[in-house]
């Protein structure tokens, strides 16, 4: 076994390693949890995602909230729709159905939802953010949490305001981002804004020339603190504090993240629905799924015999890697995402099934055993890379029109297909390669030479 395999060995092991102490429910650390996601601020769940089908959850009707002669365009709601599932994703909610019905409505539904008033009102309420100046002479009375004021909206041109004015210096449409957070120091949640680049140097040149004064928060009129500016602020990032719950400091900064709707919205009506597939309809999906991955492992075993256990260990990677990716993403997972699962793991099994069958072919021409695998995997490279890209842009169309339609199931679908597609380009032609190459390091040729049932000839 030449050094090249042995490393690429190495490398799947610990990626198998890696995957299964990942997929495996248990409790992991939080700085682990905040690497893989993405997320260095905080830490999210790595917890499997349940779609609505599966475990139920709210649905919420809203209407544009405007006079009946008013007409809106389908644009106008398409935006609002669109606003509202990036809402509701910035809970956790992943694969909510958004979609518009008719000309004035919003159907939302969304999954495995734990507190309907906090969602409500993350969905409903627009969120108008500025950095202001307080007037001249306000007392630290008028400049308490909770106060409500009046502003200037906007800069002026050239950002000169009337010395007389509730000077804004920025508004919410210049921040680049804003999350939640838990303070170090005092371990209270708080919010961290981040500003575009254009406005960063803006920022800076007001908190360098004014250290020493207040600087108000204010979301929609409402004072949120007005701290002292104790140093300028060249990086364009900021902190929100002001006795924030988890909960409340994460909604602020969804609606600091997503803006204002294009159009007002009410709540017509909303209510709890349960699963549509119930818990012994979700338990029989599963158990299908497990009983078809065992016949296709049995098979590829007796078949293929050697290399069938090559690509039943490449099969197992497979699926762990695919479910990590779900954790890691994430991805919801819906009966239609499960369907497409099981598709691409019907699929990885076919690139093996072209490998095999041209390393046989090589071996009957009188190629040598390594010759005769390294051919079938380099020569049946361009069967399986044109149909992994057939199906990718099938995926993608899948996606464009479930995006258009809103239709979110089929976007699933469409997702965890091309996800096992990809992997299955690497497990098929990278991992079971590796397998196959250490079982002819280990049993040299001689031997399967006698024994050619070993390799299914």
């Given at each position: ?53 599966l ?21 106008t ?45 993350t ?7 500025e ?26 041109e ?217 051919a079938g995997?380099s ?58 190459r ?6 040299g ?13």
């Amino acid at each position: 076994m030449n050094k090249k395999t042995t490393t690429a060995l190495g490398l799947v092991l610990v990626l198998a390693a890696l995957a299964a102490y990942l997929v495996v429910p248990s409790e992991h650390p939080e700085w682990l949890k905040r690497l893989l996601v993405w997320q260095p601020e905080s830490a999210r769940s790595l917890d499997f995602r349940l779609g609505l089908d599966l475990q139920g959850g709210l649905q919420v009707l809203m209407v544009a909230d405007v006079a009946d002669q008013q007409a809106l365009t389908a644009e106008t709601m398409r935006a609002a729709a669109q606003i509202v599932e990036g809402r509701v994703n910035g809970l956790g909610l992943s694969e909510p159905v958004v979609q518009v019905q008719g000309t004035r409505r919003i159907i939302v539904e969304l999954p495995g939802i734990a507190n309907p008033e906090q969602a409500i009102d993350t969905i409903r309420d627009t969120a108008l953010l500025e950095f202001a100046e307080p007037p001249a002479g306000a007392g630290d009375a008028a400049l308490e949490p909770g106060r409500i004021v009046s502003t200037t909206y906007g800069l002026a041109e050239g950002g000169v305001m009337p010395p007389d004015a509730y000077t804004t210096v920025l508004i919410g449409d210049a921040l680049d981002s804003a999350f939640s957070t838990i303070d170090d120091t005092s371990g209270r949640p708080m919010v961290i804004v981040r500003f575009k680049a254009a406005d960063t140097q803006r920022f800076y040149e007001y908190t360098r020339n004014n250290i020493g004064r207040p600087l108000c928060m204010v979301l929609d009129k409402t004072i949120l603190s007005c701290p002292t500016i104790r140093d300028a602020i060249p990086n364009g990032e900021a902190q929100i504090s002001g006795g924030f719950s988890s909960e409340s400091a994460q909604q602020l900064a969804i609606q600091l993240r997503y803006g204002a709707l294009p159009v007002p919205l009410k709540i017509e009506s909303y209510r709890a629905i349960g699963p549509s597939l119930g818990a012994l309809s979700v338990e029989k999906s599963i158990r299908a799924g497990v009983v078809g991955l065992i016949v296709v492992f049995l098979f590829m075993l007796i078949y293929y015999r050697l290399n069938g256990l090559a690509a039943d260990l490449a099969l197992a990677l497979y699926v762990l890697l695919n479910l990590l990716l779900y954790k890691l993403l994430p991805v919801t997972m819906t009966l239609p995402g499960i369907a497409g699962f099981l598709l691409s793991a019907g699929m990885a099994v076919d690139a093996n099934i072209l490998v095999f069958e041209r390393m046989k072919e090589e071996l009957r021409h009188g190629r040598s055993l390594q010759r005769g695998a390294e051919a079938g995997f380099s020569r049946a490279w361009t069967s399986v890379r044109d149909s992994n890209l057939a199906t990718l842009l099938t995926c993608a169309i899948l996606w464009f029109f479930g995006n258009a339609f809103a239709a979110s199931l089929v976007k699933g679908f469409a997702l965890t297909l091309a996800l096992g597609t990809l992997i299955n380009m690497f497990t098929a032609l990278v991992v079971t390669r590796t397998f196959v190459r250490l079982a002819l390091g280990l049993l040299g040729e001689e031997r399967l030479r006698r024994y050619p049932w070993l390799l299914g000839i």
